[in-house]
């Protein structure tokens, strides 16, 4: 290239000559980004969410045709058929994958004046079911490769009040379980999985939600297998299974055995008989769903490997399965000219590609600080140790990886492989171009 033919006359002569330019796999030099006034890669939504059938409907309707909506048959199925699938001994079905981690910290004692450590990189709920406790939430930094609790991290976090460690599978990555639980061990504490997006997810084999003292669920709408809203509690603990049941159970022990209430602490986070029946009803399609995913996502990696600045999400090498609620990605502007991730997002939706920028830093959200001057944190916790706290959950690495972080919904993987070659054929054309995009 001469030094009088500037970027755009290159491509342009090239187009004409029919040439194409490199990056990973080839890109069209004539195919100008939406964003630049070009014709979008994809003009056809990707595969809607939640899908309905036949069985669904008639899942739901038998339910509301018999009057029993409360808890019942349908949701003792359920609690089995997931406990099964899952390789645990005990189910718990609850009305929301928050409600399930909050009853989990119950059933371990979990209440004010303690620590519970946990991930920075999550859903709000996570760090809520923390603070309705009145515990002080301890954010241990993420390994920004894989967008996990860095395993490393979490031992120095431990203090004399620390009474659980609740890693997130986000994602549906599972986390290093194997250090976590050693480390776990080693303090005698019990470890709450959040596997709320991980859903059939496997660590060696094992199936997550399966591996720590108690495993949690969410069925929300958009999660692998939903219901609208709903969650569940896994464990193989008999007498954590008890308490995990009476607390969502107005402090009443098992089904079957005693309807009595014996006091303590308890709640009403039943699930109903809808919902059990419908989570019944698509746990039929779970497993092939799953499949497709880990297919197109293994498909769409080899190709977003090629592509300078884009850096899929590295797998822990005990992970045997992804459940791919999301496809996470980094992004790494200095590869695209300098363009900043909002404006790779906006020029991605303009290809017709749905993408997120993922979290913010939640031990930075502004509402953790209104809380902790709430007069019972005072009344738990000393000045200086809430002057502390700041300090304690300093997470540099998730602050570089929310600002590089980028998201694909599990939808977009239930498409065709000729949807994840749009995918990819839109990023290196935004890449292709990123120079006249920075500067648009």
Known sequence: MSASMNRRDFVAAAAAAGVTLSVGTSVKAADKPAALGGKPVRTKPFPHWPVVNEADEKAV???LRSGKWFYDKGVVRFQDAWAKMNGARYCTATTSGTSALYTSLAALGVGPGDEVILSPYTFVATL??????????IFVDSDIETFLMDPKKIEPAISDRTAAILPVHIGGSPCDMDSILAVAKKHKLPVVEDACQAHLAQWKGRNVGSLGDTGCFSFQVTKNLPSGEGG??????EQLAANCHAFHNCGRKRPGVDLAYHGGLANNLRM???QANLLVAQMERIEQNAKIRTENADYLSAQLRQVPGIAPARMYDGCTRNAYHLYMFRYDAKAFSGLSKSRFLSALSAEGIPASGGYSPLNKA????DALALRGYRRLFSKADLDRWEERVQCPENDRLCQQAVWFTQNLLLGGRDDMDQIAQAIRKIQAYSGELAKA
């Open 61 to 63: 309707g038998n339910v």
């Open 272 to 274: 109903t008989e809808f």
């Open 232 to 237: 569940a509690i896994l464990t193989s603990n």
């Open 128 to 137: 809520s079911v923390v603070m309705l406790h009145y515990a002080l939430p």
């Open 366 to 369: 502004p509402h953790i600080r």
